[in-house]
């Protein structure tokens, strides 16, 4: 099983980002699947989760009308378009699971289980 992000850069703000999370070792057809970040300093937090099985998805306010997540079930991938990004979205960010769980909202509240490597975005003022 591996969750492998890539996409991350430097930018500026205002500017805009794709990620891709690679999932292999598994589909992405059941269980919930999100995007986290850790800035330095910081706790690791939730910035976007989605439910495979219904396609609900679950953003933080900070997160709202700035990012979407989706994903391409024949590529087995996730994205996360990020607009209007702010210097304070600055950060590690990591496609994460857990195999157990489905609901996006539980996801990203409860916390995955299984960690991909992370990707750097830069957000430079």
């Known amino acids: 099983v591996q969750l492998q992000a890539s996409g991350g850069g430097l930018v500026q703000a205002g500017g805009s980002l794709r990620l891709s999370c690679a999932a292999s070792?598994?589909?992405?057809?059941?269980?919930?699947i999100g995007w986290f970040r850790q800035a330095p300093g910081k706790e690791r937090e939730a910035v976007s989760c989605?439910?495979?099985?219904?396609?609900?998805?679950y953003y933080p306010d900070f997160a709202k009308d700035r990012f979407t997540i989706s994903r391409d079930k024949t590529k087995n991938m996730v994205y996360l378009q990020m607009n209007n990004l702010r210097p304070e979205d600055t950060g590690v960010y990591y496609c994460a699971t857990d195999f157990g769980q489905a609901s996006s909202y539980a996801l990203c509240h409860r916390g995955p289980t299984e960690w991909g490597q992370g990707t750097q975005v830069t957000v430079s003022s």
């Open positions: 070792g598994f589909t992405l057809n059941r269980p919930a």
């Open positions: 989605l439910s495979t099985n219904n396609d609900i998805t």
